[in-house]
C-alpha cells in the first residue's frame, strides 16, 4: 500500500497563496508521504491545464515523488446546459490532463441531483441510466490513457452506497469502480462500515477523512459544522481524533484485497499542516 494526500488538505494554503501546487510538491515529500493527489488544478493565467499539469509532472519527479489521482468535478445531469454528449466531451479533456499528470486514476463526479426533485419527480432511478451512460463513456475512452475512472461517494444525490453500486454494476466495466472516502456515507447519514462491507469490492482509491458528528436533536454546534442529508451535524477534522470509523473502514476493505493508495483528505478548520502531519500518523497506524 501506499500513502497520498489530496492537495484539497491544504485549501486554506493555497488559497491565501502561502503554498502553490508546485511547493506542496516538496512539503509533501517532506512529511513522508509517497504520492499527492491533485483536485481541480489551480492553473495560471499564462498556462493552459494541460502545460500546467506537464509542469507537475516534471516537478514530481524531479523531487521523486508519485501523482496518485486526479480529482474533478463532473454532473451528467445538469452540466453543459444538460447535453449530456458536450459533459462528456468536457470529462474526457479531464482525462487528457490526468494522462498529462501522469496518473492510473481518475475520480469524476456522476451528478448532483435534479435542479428541483419535488417538482419533476425524478428520482435516483431515473437518473441512473444517465450516470451508467456518461460514466460508461469516460472510463471507455480512459481506458485508451490507462487511466481507471472512479466516482465518489460525494454529493448527497450519488452518496448512499447502493446508490454508487448501481452506477458501478450498471457500468459493469473493470476500469471503473469507486473511490471509496470513510468519511462522506455521514453526510446521507450512512454508516461508513457497512457501506464498506457492500462495495470494498469495487474500490479503486481510498480517501481517509474524519468528521465530528452530532445529532440533529441538539444544537448546532457553530464554526466549521455543516448539516447532513438528515440533518446531522458534522465538522471535518484530523485522520483518527474523529467519530467516523475511519481504522474499520481501512480494515474492511484491505480484508477484501485492496493494496492500492489510502490518502488523506483534510477538510477540517485546524492547520493544514500540523492536522495533516497527525493524520499520516494515524492513518500509517490504521493500515498496519
Known amino acids: 500500500m501506499k500513502f497520498s494526500v489530496s492537495s484539497y488538505s491544504f485549501q486554506k494554503l493555497l488559497n491565501s497563496g502561502e503554498y502553490t501546487h508546485f511547493s506542496l510538491i516538496e512539503k509533501v515529500k517532506e512529511m513522508g508521504f509517497d504520492a499527492i493527489e491533485y483536485t481541480d488544478l489551480m492553473v495560471p493565467e499564462n498556462k493552459t491545464e494541460l502545460e500546467f499539469a506537464k509542469e507537475l509532472k516534471a516537478e514530481a519527479e524531479r523531487v521523486g515523488i508519485e501523482i496518485s489521482s486526479y480529482t474533478v468535478g463532473a454532473d451528467m445531469l445538469n452540466g453543459c446546459d444538460g447535453d449530456l454528449e458536450k459533459e462528456i466531451e468536457r470529462i ?6 490526468a494522462e498529462a ?14 435542479k428541483d426533485e419535488r417538482k419533476s419527480y425524478m428520482g435516483f432511478d431515473e437518473a441512473l441510466p444517465v450516470f451508467v451512460k456518461g460514466c ?7 481506458k485508451t490513457k490507462g487511466i481507471v475512472t472512479m466516482i465518489e461517494n460525494h454529493g ?8 454508487v453500486e ?28 457497512i457501506a464498506a462491507g457492500k462495495l470494498a469490492n469495487y474500490v479503486k482509491y481510498v480517501h481517509a477523512k474524519d468528521f465530528f458528528i452530532r445529532s440533529g436533536m441538539g444544537y448546532d454546534p457553530g464554526c466549521g459544522f455543516f448539516r447532513t442529508r438528515g440533518g446531522n451535524y458534522l465538522r471535518g477534522t484530523i485522520v483518527g481524533q474523529g467519530d467516523a ?16 493508495y489510502f490518502s488523506v483528505e483534510f477538510e477540517g478548520i485546524e492547520e493544514n499542516i500540523q492536522a495533516v502531519e497527525q493524520g499520516l500518523k494515524n492513518l500509517k497506524l490504521f493500515a498496519e
Request: aromatic share 12%; with cysteine; charged share 25%.
Open 92 to 97: 474526457k479533456g479531464k482525462v487528457d490532463v
Open 136 to 142: 460508461k463513456a469516460v472510463t471507455e475512452y480512459a
Open 101 to 114: 499528470l501522469g496518473v492510473k486514476f481518475m475520480r469524476h463526479d456522476a451528478g448532483w441531483g435534479y
Open 166 to 193: 448501481k452506477v458501478v454494476c450498471g457500468v459493469a466495466d473493470p476500469n471503473f469502480g469507486v473511490l471509496f472516502d470513510c468519511g462522506n456515507f455521514l453526510c446521507a447519514d450512512e454508516n461508513p462500515v
Open 156 to 163: 448527497f444525490f450519488c452518496q448512499d452506497s447502493d446508490r
Open 245 to 260: 470509523p475511519v481504522k474499520q473502514c481501512i480494515e474492511v476493505i484491505k480484508n477484501a484485497g485492496y493494496d492500492g
